[in-house]
């Protein structure tokens, strides 16, 4: 006959079981969200959904695109920051969430601090581009019209202390050139005015300006890189020209609300390099202009400590900062 001690002690051995059954439970035994600061069908939502359909495969579960756009990639940044460092909440981190923002607007959040970084997986190059109406045909060309007609050479941007918008500012502290910086919700919009003559100049993701670029209506100049890229192999890089600080990258990691478990990262961080290895996400990746970067843990939070100093460095000198 069951005593009222021996059936509290069933109890607790059954929940310290299940405890211990829960615990033992491989990553991931339910479907992981992945947090995309960006509207469906931009690039950010277009790599995390490549990503997420890849680790659905190799770890058997699913990998759900939560898309959060607004602020500049800040809200969904904070809303990871604030999520349960179990694994179960991820983040597309991109170079405006965890590189511009963090460098032109204060007190948002800490890029290094509230995340965990898991894993790099691509970047694309930025290329400048005029409309195919402005008498240029070279990057040299193009800096000594706009030295002589600096009321003709306005450029879009996709927002206040974008990557778009400092490097353009960079590329004039260095030049000397004059530019009206016009901000725009988004980079398409940029480009639908320009097309129209309202502005001039663009300066966003190669993979961004190719269609543009394909149409006629917008000539190249130069791109950013370390070497000329295969999608535009008759345009030189700024380093070729002689800028060789004009260097950036559309990039784009994935990251995790602070102190993950490392198993758990480190668990992501092999697949997600697995991924980046296979052929199929290589030419999948390639026709989007990105080209794979693996790393390591600790390599991804060296990039963004890098990227984040260096672009509140620009900043600085530019005098670009959003309250």
Same mark, same amino acid.
């Given at each position: $006959? ?14 310290? +079981? ?8 491989? %990553? ?34 699913? @990998? ?44 948002? %959040? ?9 894993? $790099?997986?691509?970047?694309?190059? /930025? ?11 070279? +990057? ?14 306005? %450029? ?16 004039? %502290? ?28 663009? @300066? ?16 190249? $100049? ?8 295969? $999608? ?33 990262? /480190? ?41 984040? /100093? ?14």
């Amino acid at each position: $006959m069951f005593t009222l001690r021996s059936t509290l002690t069933i109890a607790l051995i059954s929940l310290s +079981l299940g405890l211990a059954q829960a615990q033992e439970e491989p %990553y991931p035994s339910r479907p992981v969200k992945i947090i995309a600061p960006q509207a469906p069908g931009g690039g950010v939502d277009i790599v995390g959904r490549i990503i997420a359909d890849h680790l659905r495969v190799a770890l058997g579960q699913s @990998f759900l695109i939560d898309n959060e756009a607004g602020a500049g990639g800040a809200i969904a940044a904070k809303m990871t920051a604030r999520a349960k460092p179990d694994g179960y909440t991820l983040m597309i981190g991109y170079v405006a969430t965890h590189g511009t923002n963090p460098a032109v607007k204060k007190n948002i %959040y800490d890029p290094i601090k509230d995340f965990t970084a898991v894993a $790099m997986l691509g970047g694309t190059p /930025n290329i400048l581009v005029v409309n195919k109406n402005m008498p240029v045909s070279n +990057l040299q060309e193009f800096l000594t019209y706009a030295k002589a007609n600096p009321t003709k050479v306005d %450029y879009g941007t996709s927002g206040v202390g974008t990557l778009n918008h400092l490097l353009m500012e960079q590329l004039k %502290y260095i030049t000397g050139i004059k530019s009206m910086a016009v901000p725009y919700r988004s980079i398409g919009q940029a480009f639908t005015d320009s097309m129209s003559g309202q502005i001039q100049v663009v @300066f966003p993701g190669l993979s961004a300006a190719m269609p543009h670029i394909k149409s006629g209506l917008f000539k190249p $100049m130069a791109v950013t890189g370390d070497k000329r890229h295969s $999608m535009v192999p008759n345009v030189p890089t700024f380093k070729e020209l002689g800028f060789e600080s004009v260097s950036s990258l559309t990039w784009y990691g994935l990251v995790g609300p602070a102190k993950m478990p490392e198993a758990i990262r /480190n668990k992501l961080n092999l697949e997600v390099n697995k991924i980046l290895a296979s052929a199929e996400l290589k030419k999948t990746f390639a026709e989007q202009a990105l080209t794979p970067m693996p790393m390591s843990p600790q390599e991804v939070e060296h990039y963004i400590v890098d990227e984040v /100093n260096r672009w509140s460095e620009i900043a600085r000198i530019s005098k670009v900062q959003v309250e």
